[in-house]
């Protein structure tokens, strides 16, 4: 850092001030992803128990013609997990965007505020 105020001079601070700025707000986005994947993960187990324990008691199911009650008890469990696994992606998409972005954006800004610290630009439009 102090190579880049060597250099550019106090014009990185503002890359440095927008890169920390946003730093507690990436924290929260991957606290949620962190909750949406120990959600779905929950799910998960209680989809894969209710699974193993139809085809541990398959004769009793194909007996008792259960095989629609726990299709419909599956399907239900499924559907819950795609929900929390679309929250997931939507949420790791927008923590790897603003990953991505955020670097162009103090670039931008840090290079804005020395072109106008050596044009005098005025910040009328």
Request: charged share 15%; hydrophobic share 45%; proline share 2%.
């Amino acid at each position: 850092m102090g190579l880049l105020v060597y250099t550019l001079g106090v014009s990185a601070l503002v890359g440095l001030g927008i890169l920390l700025g946003v730093a507690p707000f990436q924290g929260w986005l991957f606290g949620k992803l962190m909750a949406y994947r120990g959600t779905q993960e929950k799910i998960v187990d209680q989809r894969v128990r209710l699974l193993t324990e139809i085809i541990n008691n398959i004769r009793a199911v194909k007996l008792y013609a259960y095989e629609t009650f726990f299709g419909h008890k599956v399907t239900e469990l499924r559907s819950q997990e795609l929900a929390k696994l679309k929250g997931f992606g939507l949420m790791h998409a927008l923590i790897n965007s603003t990953f991505y972005f955020l670097p162009i954006l103090a670039a931008v800004c840090k290079y804005n505020v020395i072109y106008c610290s050596h044009n005098g630009c005025s910040l009328t439009v």
